[in-house]
């Protein structure tokens, strides 16, 4: 029995995600392990959570540091009854629920970095990485995992990761309990999530996202496999495409799921730093 984990279980046990909570002290990877269970016919909602991952994965082949004790590691099974093509919207409505659990939980700004890393003051407190798996032309589940640097201390990052990472306990200097960060989470993404379901990607939504990004308003450069655009960010559309205004004054949209976020201008960061 683990403690923290107990308490999870108890503040969820009405809820749809966390309604069931499979725990790991160890294990390579909790989206690995989702997809299996999900493959397997998990229902919604269902969290597999570790202390510690030896394959962490992040996105684009990265791997994500998953030491024992300090983090959450989590992956949620949701079955959105959507098209494939709609699924980076889950990515977004995520990146808003954990910028807003997260800043609850620590007293910090959290700010979301498009299209998913949740920032504070320019560096990296949490990434999600979200997997699809399609069935003709919907989809059978989603796997949203997500980690959180919370209690990591500064002194424990590895070298490379400290000038870009940091922690909910490194920023605030005070301990945070993962029971309470998790339950904040899971019940913010249950908003929003079931929101979504109801009514589509909002309005709402929309200007809440906007509201919390990092990167309106800077000068930035997206890259895809057919070539990199550098531009101003200048937030979400209706369908949920980040919108970029080149050096001509023309407008560029982009999908989550296509593009990502290659560098923020370094005037601009520093600015940002600076402020
Ligand atoms: C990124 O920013 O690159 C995404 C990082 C996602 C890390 C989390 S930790 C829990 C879940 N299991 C994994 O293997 N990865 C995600």
């Known amino acids: 029995m683990v403690m923290w984990v107990d308490d999870l279980r108890q503040a969820c046990k009405d809820r749809l995600i966390g309604n069931e909570i499979l725990f790991f002290s160890e294990i390579d990877s909790t989206n690995r392990e989702a997809h299996d269970r ?3 016919g998990a229902r919604e909602g269902t ?3 570790a202390d510690s991952q030896s394959r962490g994965k992040g996105r684009r082949g990265r791997s994500w540091e998953s030491p024992s004790g300090a983090n959450l590691y989590f992956s949620i099974i949701l079955r959105p009854p959507i098209y494939p093509s709609h699924a980076p919207l889950i990515t977004l409505l995520a990146g ?3 910028a807003r659990a997260l800043s609850a939980v620590s007293g910090l700004e959290c700010l979301i970095k498009w299209p998913n890393d949740i920032f504070f003051r320019g560096k990296k407190l949490a990434g999600i990485l979200a997997e699809m798996e399609g ?3 919907g989809v059978r589940f ?3 995992g997500i980690g959180v640097n919370v209690n990591w201390r500064r002194e424990d990052f590895p070298a ?3 000038m870009t990472a940091t922690s909910l306990h ?3 200097g005070k301990e945070i309990s993962r029971a309470g960060a998790a339950a904040g989470l899971f019940w913010e993404l249950e908003k929003e999530y079931t929101a979504f379901i109801r009514e589509g990607f909002s309005a709402r939504l929309r200007e809440e996202w906007n509201r919390l990004s990092w990167i309106n308003g800077k000068q ?3 890259s895809s496999p057919e070539g990199a655009l550098s531009g101003r960010a200048v937030g979400l559309d209706t369908d949920g495409a980040l919108l970029l205004v080149d050096g001509k004054g023309k407008t560029h949209r982009f999908i989550a799921g296509d593009m990502s976020l290659q560098r923020i201008n370094k005037d601009e960061w520093d600015a940002d730093e600076r402020g």
């Open 220 to 222: 930035v450069t997206l």
């Open 38 to 40: 999900a493959r397997g």
């Open 142 to 144: 989603i796997i949203l």
């Open 47 to 49: 969290v597999i959570l």
């Open 96 to 98: 808003v629920a954990a």
């Open 135 to 137: 069935e003709g032309s």
């Open 160 to 162: 490379d990761l400290g």
């Open 170 to 172: 490194a920023e605030s």
